[in-house]
Every structure is written in structure tokens, then in C-alpha cells.
């Protein structure tokens, strides 16, 4: 199991029980190694053991084959009577989130897919990856990203569109350099196509390249 283990290391603290090996895929069967853990609503730790099941989560490609973790996690019963939650389950950091059905890597290049490529092409590129996914997966997974903290851009593209054809007109900045709209500004400008509105945001935003 020691090879398993370098060649996926966040798989480290997890107890490997089988390898088997199906066609393209491959199934792991680990356990976790806890005998206590935290409660996800009031944090309060608990060694009374509610039941078990097995998890199924799909990892990143090993040699071109698909790998599925099928991992046995604990549930616990909260000791803390005041918790909304009586029993919850324990999570492995690093590897694995709550509801979650794939591991925290895979998700993260599922993640980068999704945003570079989108739902179908990215679903595409995820199957040549050995990782199958449907695109509505890959666009829950967008949605589900925190916002981006917001930058102050150097360089800003004015176009025009339509709010209703032939009767209201609006105006859109978009950074140039990251290709994504203003938006802390573009509530107070994409109301008309008045020069003064953009005026006022190249004013307010003194590091715009006029």
C-alpha cells in the first residue's frame, strides 16, 4: 500500500485496506483511523460512535484510470444536548467535504475546468481526464465559488447594449485585463448611455489608464 500512498499522499492517515483494479478503473478501500471528532455546528467533540457507511468519492487519475476512494467514515453522536445536529459525521481535512462525492483535490481540478471551459466543453475534457462528470455538475461547482475579492483595474473597455430593444440602452465596463465586468461600478453607469456616468466612474478610479 506504500505505493498508493506516495502516489496519492493525501491519502496519508487514512487506513488502506484493498486495491482493485476493474477494467479503466480503480477502487480504493480505506477507513479513517479517528476515534473522536468535532461537531460541524458547535464544534464540540464527541467519542460516542453512532453507526458507520461507506463513502464514495472520485479522486484524481491514476495512470490513466479513473479512481474511485471508497471510504468508511464514522457518525457520531453530539455531546453537547443543546446542538441542533444529534448525530454528524466526521470529515478528513484535505480530502473530503461535507455532501461532497468527489475528494478535495479532484474537486479543485474539476473546479479550474469549469471555469476555464464551462459546463460541456469542460465535461469533455473531464472524461479524456478519467474523471467523468456531467456538465451541470461542472456549473453547480461554479456557482458554488466564493466571488473573487475585487481589484481595482488599470484598464477599462466601454461597450453598449440593449435593456430593451429600441427603447432603453445601457453601458457596460469590463476590466481588460481580467475580462470581467465592473461591478461595484457598473450599477450606476448600465443605467443610460450618458458620457457622465462613465466620467464619473474614470474619476472615481484614479488608477484607470484614461
Not at 27 to 56: E, F, N, Q
Not at 136 to 163: C, K, N, Q, W, Y
Request: proline residues 4%; aromatic residues 4%.
Amino acid at each position: 500500500m506504500e505505493i498508493i500512498v506516495a502516489l496519492l499522499p493525501h491519502l496519508v492517515g487514512l487506513r488502506l485496506e484493498a486495491v482493485v483494479v476493474r477494467g479503466v478503473g480503480v477502487r480504493i478501500d480505506a477507513s479513517t483511523k479517528t476515534v473522536r471528532a468535532a461537531c460541524g455546528a458547535c464544534g464540540t467533540w464527541s467519542t460516542t460512535l453512532h453507526g458507520s457507511y461507506v463513502r464514495r468519492l472520485a479522486d484524481v487519475r491514476l495512470g490513466g484510470h479513473e479512481v474511485l476512494v471508497a471510504l468508511t467514515v464514522r457518525r457520531f453522536t453530539c455531546a453537547n444536548s443543546g446542538c441542533r445536529r444529534r448525530t454528524f459525521v466526521e470529515q478528513v481535512p484535505g480530502l473530503t467535504r461535507r455532501y461532497a462525492r468527489h475528494t478535495v483535490l479532484a474537486a479543485g481540478d474539476l473546479e479550474a475546468v469549469a471555469v476555464a471551459l464551462g459546463g460541456r466543453p469542460g465535461s469533455r475534457l473531464a472524461y479524456r481526464l478519467a474523471v467523468s462528470v456531467s456538465r451541470m455538475t461542472l456549473i453547480r461547482m461554479v456557482r458554488r465559488m466564493p466571488e473573487p475579492p475585487p481589484v481595482t483595474p488599470t484598464g477599462l473597455s466601454v461597450d453598449d447594449f440593449a435593456r430593451h430593444r429600441g427603447h432603453r440602452y445601457a453601458t457596460v465596463l469590463l476590466d481588460m485585463h481580467a475580462m470581467s465586468c465592473h461591478r461595484d461600478q457598473s450599477q450606476n453607469v448600465c443605467q443610460s448611455q450618458s458620457s457622465a456616468g462613465v466620467d464619473n466612474v474614470m474619476i472615481s478610479t484614479p488608477t484607470v489608464e484614461s
